[in-house]
């Protein structure tokens, strides 16, 4: 009996941490942008999350409707909080949109939006649901994958 409940429990074990892993086989993630860059993320700066791909916040400042300057993205450690900043009109950086990790909501100057896909916290690092939030600024967004190359357009 005990060896039973010890394959079970290694069974489920390995079910477990392989799922964890990427539960997609890729070489790349290409980026598009609604102002024609592209990018190709380092395996640091995404995962696979629940059918969503997540990014590092820095990849998300290319939908949004206003301008971060350098060092606008600021971690709030103990709210567990990403703060995108901008340039108001005066030069003063002030903060503008917040997110929090596992939560559905972001903030923009005030105005709420829902995701369908929560920020998440994963081994150090916060992660961030790009095309619900591309969608929220009213972008639209293509996903391709062909021969291990995943290829997220975003467009006005």
């Not at 993320?41 to 990014?55: A, H, P, Q």
Request: aromatic letters at 10%; glycine letters at 8%; charged letters at 25%.
């Amino acid at each position: 009996m005990w060896r039973k409940l010890l394959i079970a429990s290694c069974s489920a074990f390995l079910l477990i941490a392989g799922s964890s892993v990427h539960a997609e086989s890729v070489d790349s993630v290409i980026l598009g942008y609604p102002n024609g860059e592209e990018q190709t993320l380092r395996s640091e700066e995404y995962i696979f999350l629940k059918g969503s791909i997540m990014v590092s916040p820095y990849k998300v400042t290319g939908v949004l409707p206003f301008s971060v300057p350098g060092k606008g993205i600021w971690w709030l450690h103990d709210e567990q909080t990403v703060i995108f900043a901008f340039t108001d009109p005066d030069d003063f950086i002030k903060a503008r949109l917040s997110i929090k990790a596992g939560e559905k909501e972001l903030i923009d100057d005030g105005k709420s939006y829902t995701l369908r896909q929560e920020a998440v916290l994963q081994d150090g690092r916060v992660y961030l649901p790009i095309r619900e939030i591309a969608e929220a600024y009213g972008h639209d967004v293509q996903y391709t994958k062909s021969d291990g190359k995943i290829n997220i357009s975003i467009e006005q």
